[in-house]
């Protein structure tokens, strides 16, 4: 017979989330189960509800609740300004710290069906393309990449600027920094 089978099941998910190693993933399970068992159906539910109701908007491919997300359907957004990022997630950060009023596109590879609906959305009025993109050298093939399928619209291309450490993803860089490297943009 195995012991505890369903807490040691408990144990191991926890420990498959980033950054959470066994001996957390054992104190977390602990603590939900005997300490806080309310907050612990809570949270289940909350991650039951999110995974079930949260999709990519099928403009910009950030999160969404719905087709579309609210920052595409924000009319009080600056649409002449386009801010490109690696992940999902980098938007979460930037908005956390409403540093911008433009919109998104996330462009999760360089193949024909990104770089269309990356068109699709410069060609409904954009003026500025902001690379918000983890400094690397990598990143600066993907910027002249882009620029080039660009090429036949006017814009001006920038990308944040050096105040994010080369290598370092964006929801590590401090709230000063990313405010700087993004109001401190760069032309490319
Ligand atoms: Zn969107």
């Known amino acids: 017979m195995k012991k505890l089978e369903k807490f040691e099941n408990l144990v191991e998910s926890l420990s498959t989330l980033p950054s959470v190693g066994r001996k957390s993933a054992l104190r977390f399970a602990y603590h939900l189960v005997l300490h806080d068992n309310f907050n612990a159906m809570k949270i289940a539910s909350a991650i039951e509800n999110a995974v079930r109701s949260i999709r990519r908007c099928s403009k910009c491919g ?16 600056d649409n002449s300004k386009l801010c490109i990022v ?15 009023d433009g919109v998104y596109f996330v462009l999760n590879d360089l193949e024909e069906g990104s770089i269309s609906k990356l068109k699709e959305i410069v ?3 954009v003026e500025e393309v902001i690379f918000a993109l983890t400094p690397s050298l990598a990143n600066d093939g993907v910027i002249l990449f882009v620029e080039d399928k660009l090429k036949e619209f006017k814009l001006k291309f920038t990308k ?7 290598g370092v993803n964006l929801e590590n860089v401090d709230f000063l920094s990313l405010s700087k490297a993004l109001s401190d943009r760069v032309k490319v």
Not at 86 to 100: R, S, T
Not at 160 to 166: D, M, S, Y
């Open 160 to 166: 944040i600027a050096q105040g994010v450490p080369t």
């Open 86 to 100: 690696e992940n999902a997630k980098d938007i979460l950060v930037l908005e956390e710290n409403k540093l911008y």
């Open 62 to 77: 950030g999160l969404s609740e719905h087709e579309i997300c609210e920052i595409c359907l924000d009319e009080q957004r």
């Open 123 to 125: 060609n409904s009025g």
